[in-house]
């Protein structure tokens, strides 16, 4: 194999451009040539790409976001686009791609290769946590300690004016990152998709919680069931009208940021790992983290198979709030 090609798509994540550099970097390595293609499945279908070089890779350890862009496309997701897709890597004489990203990004990796006998490696990259098989996603605990961050610093303000703060945090379909800034910040609660809340049971708690500190801090996923965090502060505050209540939405910044030591050394080690399954002929495999050792699942199994937060953890965040 002499020639691979690399893309980034979905949700950005703090390092993408470590795992990038990895790649580049091996394949130089080993005398291969390693392509980039801008802004995910659709530069393929734009026939946008550019070789990428040592001095291309060399300083961008350190950097956020990704520097191949990445963007959703529609077209992409119907066969004419996939034949113009595959067609641009063959006339690039592409021999296999590397695709970082979460699950909708191995989906579209997966059905290029089953449908044009394409070698793919999968490599998770998502703040949310949210793919099986592996501990750790890239770019997760970047996104978990910039939360951390502006928790402790909206703290402050809670408790010098004794206020209560629902604070939305991103996890559309899973609360890895809720529930573990609420235990890593101190929080009262954690609000996530994978448990109902109880508006009711939520408000009593704050009453009592209240009645005896100055402030209140609670974490929401954006897809709790309930609704957002200015919805839920909305359906809580008839139970506490003594109470003043704040709403805080982190958005996009959670994304944002130099990537921390862990990302950086994950994302090194997926990169490499990828061009040493290629060059071992391995494809449809996704690569994971467990614990200190690196695995491999196939990419079926990340797509389909469902990961979720210990849910035991919220017992941990009641024991530490429960006043007698």
Do not use: W
Not at 63 to 70: A, S
Not at 145 to 159: F, M
């Amino acid at each position: 194999m002499k020639k691979i090609a690399v893309l980034t798509s979905g949700g950005d994540a703090p390092g993408m451009n470590a795992c990038i550099r990895a790649i580049v970097k091996s394949c130089l390595h080993f005398d291969m040539q390693c392509i980039g293609i801008i802004n995910g499945f659709q530069g393929l279908i734009d026939q946008k790409s550019c070789t990428l070089s040592y001095n291309d890779v060399n300083n961008i350890i350190q950097r956020g976001g990704t520097i191949l862009g990445t963007a959703r496309s529609k077209d992409f997701r119907t066969v004419e686009g996939r034949q113009k897709a595959i067609h641009y890597l063959k006339q690039l004489k592409v021999e296999a791609l590397i695709v970082i990203g979460g699950d909708g990004s191995f989906t579209g990796a997966k059905t290029l290769s089953d449908e044009f006998d394409l070698p793919i490696i999968g490599i998770p990259g998502t703040i949310d946590n949210d793919i099986y098989g592996t501990d750790h996603t890239i770019g997760y605990d970047t996104a978990l300690n910039t939360v951390i961050e502006a928790i402790d610093k909206i703290r402050d303000t809670a408790s010098s004016h004794q206020r209560i703060f629902f604070i939305e945090v991103m996890g559309r379909d899973a609360g890895f990152i809720a529930l573990n800034s609420a235990i890593a910040s101190g929080a009262e609660a954690a609000l996530i998709p994978e448990e109902i809340t109880d508006i009711k049971e939520l408000a009593n708690n704050l009453k009592d919680l209240n009645k005896g500190q100055r402030s209140s801090i609670i974490i929401v996923a954006e897809g709790d069931d309930a609704g957002d965090a200015m919805t839920i502060m909305t359906k809580v505050q008839p139970f506490l009208p003594e109470f003043d209540l704040r709403c805080s939405v982190l958005g996009h910044l959670q994304r944002g940021g130099n990537p921390s030591a862990k990302d950086r050394i994950i994302a090194t080690r997926m990169g490499a790992m990828a061009v040493d399954l290629l060059r071992e002929g391995k494809t449809n495999l996704m690569i994971g983290v467990d614990g200190e050792k690196m695995v491999t699942c196939s990419i079926e199994d990340g797509i389909k198979k469902a990961s979720i937060p210990n849910l035991k953890k919220l017992e941990l965040l009641e024991q530490l709030r429960t006043k007698k």
